[in-house]
């Protein structure tokens, strides 16, 4: 398992940190993130 991120909704300064590339890698050959995984990307993205 590998960490591609983290997320901490209480840390207003580092909230959310994706390595984008990663997750696309990983997307691109079968990985299937739930919903919320799904949302946090599109955060990430913007």
Do not use: M, S
Request: hydrophobic fraction near 35%.
């Amino acid at each position: 398992i590998e960490e591609i991120g983290t997320y901490d909704p209480l840390n207003e300064n580092e909230k959310l940190k994706v390595d984008l590339e990663r997750a696309k890698y990983w997307i691109a050959n079968g990985a299937q993130p739930t919903d919320t995984v799904r949302g946090l990307l599109k955060k990430a993205e913007a």
